[in-house]
């Protein structure tokens, strides 16, 4: 069918917002409406990142404010220069927001929160690519559940039905008298050795959770007295 010759109308005066320009402006405001309604602004990052337990902290926290978004955007909204802040000093703490990181903003003594999060950790199962810190091996023979983590008597033989998925993971097994057997031990993952997908899969398999949940604060800046203390210091 023939390309229509009609002329059409191109509206030059009104253009979309792009949805990542909308997100950012709208977390620029409500940073800055979270700082009219609080006195305090902490820094800081996670280790082993989960939304779940994330979700946790906020419901703790709720009578606060906890940003995660682009560090660009957060520290405009702090201000980064003398120039540009939004409350006096505010720039010092903005010079924090680097890397994967995030903000609190609270009412709450600063001691409260610091104390909350030396106190908040969650352990949970290591991802790929994560640093394994130990070195995990189960056992030759009949393989249990917890691959040899607690004392056979406190155990339960793993599941015949489960020796085609850990053989898919690379553990050479083989059914014996209709139990998954292991000719020789075998070494799931190293210490100080990045995990892959399998041994991930494996940990997550055998109970073993080796990575934990952990808030870091790097700083924080005070209404009272317009000073940023970095956490670090404080701890030397």
Known sequence: MPRSKRSKVVSLTKTEKRPGRENNERLYEKIRESINEHQIIFVFSVDNMRNTHLKEVRTDLSDSRLFFGKTKVMAKALGTSVSDEYRPNLSALSKYLTGNVGLLITSRPAEEVLAYFESFSKQDYARMNAISPITFTIPAGAVYST???????????????????????????????????????????????????????????????TAEFVIRPSAYWTSATTEVTAVDAMEE
């Open 147 to 209: 691959g040899g983590n607690v004392q056979q008597e406190e155990d339960v033989p793993m599941a015949h039905s489960l020796e085609t998925t850990v053989r898919g993971l690379g553990m050479p097994t083989r059914l014996v008298n209709g139990k998954v057997w292991l000719d020789q031990e075998f070494v799931v993952c190293q210490e100080g050795k990045k995990l892959d997908s399998k041994q991930a899969a494996l940990l997550k398999m055998f109970g073993v959770a």
